[in-house]
Nanobody
Framework: QVQLVESGGGLVQAGGSLRLSCAVSGNIFSINAMGWYRQAPGNQRELVAAITRSGSTNYAESVKGRFTISRDNAKNTVYLQMNSLNPEDTAVYYC???????????????WGHGAQVTVSS
């Protein structure tokens, strides 16, 4: 079993900042990619940012220059620093990882339960 626990969501005014964290625990041998997705009401879930084990990152165009993804491999934790937030960033943010339980097993994807981020105008 693999558990992902997100924290750091909340209500913030436009222009403000929040930092999301996602701590991973359980039967983990190694974690490959880690990422953040978001889903606003009536919209499909979309990728916000992702980071590989070596630290390579990619971002959605809408958050480039405002959001920063990082990870602490020793703590099995991924972070999302969100600055200059605007109401269009309001959504439930989900953490996703790709991990395996042993060197000989395939990677599987796991999702967190989500953290609400609400940006007021």
């Amino acid at each position: 079993q693999v558990q992902l626990v997100e924290s750091g969501g909340g209500l913030v005014q436009a222009g403000g900042s929040l930092r999301l964290s996602c701590a991973v625990s359980g039967n983990i041998f190694s974690i490959n990619a880690m990422g953040w997705y978001r889903q606003a009401p009536g919209n499909q879930r979309e990728l916000v940012a992702a980071i590989t084990r070596s630290g390579s990152t990619n971002y959605a165009e809408s958050v480039k220059g405002r959001f920063t993804i990082s990870r602490d491999n020793a703590k099995n934790t991924v972070y999302l620093q969100m600055n200059s937030l605007n109401p269009e960033d309001t959504a439930v943010y989900y953490c996703k990882i790709s991990s395996r339980s042993a060197y000989y097993t395939p990677y599987n994807d796991y999702w967190g339960h989500g953290a609400q981020v609400t940006v007021s105008s």
